[in-house]
């Protein structure tokens, strides 16, 4: 898939000893975040913003990119870095593969590495695929009944959540995914600190 690629995603460097509270994984670059070398662009990249917001909490950006402004600047710490299960955009009607979402699943282990969240919120089925691959039959089961719940990445809460592409399309399950957020927020809030 990279070879068909117009831009790397880019994603902002941490400086040592840089973190952030949350980890966002989306499922795969669309053709806007493609040609903009940008996560979570557009419409879904604004109501990402306004949750987030909604939560006290901002993307990191790279230096010179913005996102969509949030009304209140997020306290120190408040902060969410967004990642991809696919780092590249999948041809257009070609839907990833497992062997595809295993190959970049080791990309998203380094990340979280050195992000060191405190809470993984995965964007989609491709994004819980990516960060609970150890959990096979947890992925068997639909999406409904895999979110609601918190779930364990080598000992980091992980919520599952609908992307927001598919929330753009289903306004009737953003209650939901707030809800989600919510219980991610619950998580971090009995995470001990690191």
């Known amino acids: 898939m990279c070879q068909g690629r117009k831009n790397a995603v880019l994603r902002p460097p941490l400086v040592a000893g840089q973190t952030a509270d949350w980890l966002i994984v989306g499922e795969a670059p669309d053709e806007d975040e493609d040609r903009q070398g940008q996560s979570f662009t557009g419409d879904a ?5 306004n949750m987030l917001a909604a939560l006290g909490l901002q993307r990191l950006v790279l230096e010179g990119q913005g996102g969509a402004p949030s009304p209140a600047p997020a306290a120190p710490g408040r902060s969410a870095y967004l990642s991809h299960a696919i780092q590249c955009r999948p041809p257009a009607g070609h839907s990833p593969q497992l062997t ?17 969240p405190k809470v993984i919120v995965a964007m ?13 039959s947890l992925l068997a089961q639909p999406m409904g009944r895999q979110r609601g719940t918190v779930h364990r990445f080598q000992g980091i809460p992980v919520v599952i ?13 953003k209650a939901k995914a707030w809800l989600d957020l919510n219980l991610a927020a619950d998580a971090l809030e009995g995470t001990p600190s690191v």
């Not at 990249?45 to 913003?49: E, P, Q, R, T």
């Not at 595809?100 to 060191?116: G, T």
């Not at 989609?124 to 096979?136: E, I, K, M, S, W």
């Not at 959540?161 to 399950?173: E, G, K, Q, V």
């Open 45 to 49: 990249g604004i109501l990402l913003d």
């Open 161 to 173: 959540t609908y992307s927001p592409h598919y929330l753009l399309r289903n306004s009737a399950d």
């Open 100 to 116: 595809e979402v295993s190959v970049c699943r080791a990309f998203l282990e380094r990340e979280i590495a050195l992000v060191r």
């Open 124 to 136: 989609g089925r491709l994004a819980a695929l990516a960060v609970l691959a150890d959990q096979p």
